[in-house]
């Protein structure tokens, strides 16, 4: 499934999920992040969350037309890939990252909790032991939406946060935000791995 019950939303304003997928990073994670769609309490737009709870604390909102255009543009990429099966759905097609507002609690959990959770990473940690490899002392913790090829610096804005590493191993409390980070980019929404993403999700939940 992938972002279908969110163009569901668009039609009956009720609880949808939503896949942010593109093949690069699925190695990176056991399943794509779900991403549930919640009505905001004036029924203007809808509230992007990591938890299905309607309370918990969510990533950012949506106005209605957002999430309008976002249906015809999942129907259209769902008919486009029926006559090539070979096509993958491609995020800016379907979440437009200037109609996303960016709800600043979620990012002060997030970091947070990757700053208190990352060094037990079972992802990262081997992600920043092979960096350590090509004599790094530092190691920056990306969103996994758009993984940088080996050796390259990602992009700023996919940067949530920075380590210090120690023979190979992230130093615990070392961990700095980025304030350069945008949760939504073209490439999609906030993704991290299946460890860090129940913590933050638990967390979220924990602060509603």
Known sequence: MFVRNLARVARQQQTGVARSWI???????????DVYGHTTPNESGVRLSLSKKPNAVYIGTIPNSAVASFRQAFEAEKEAKDDQDDREMHPSQLLDPGEFSSHQKFLDIAHKTIGEHIQNCPVFSQLAAAEQGEKSLFFHIYDLRRPPPHGRIPEVEDIVGTVRLESGKIVPNSYEPNAMYRSVTPYGIFTVSDYLNSKIVSECEKSS
């Open 23 to 33: 093949r690069s990073f699925v190695q990176l994670r056991e399943v794509p992040t």
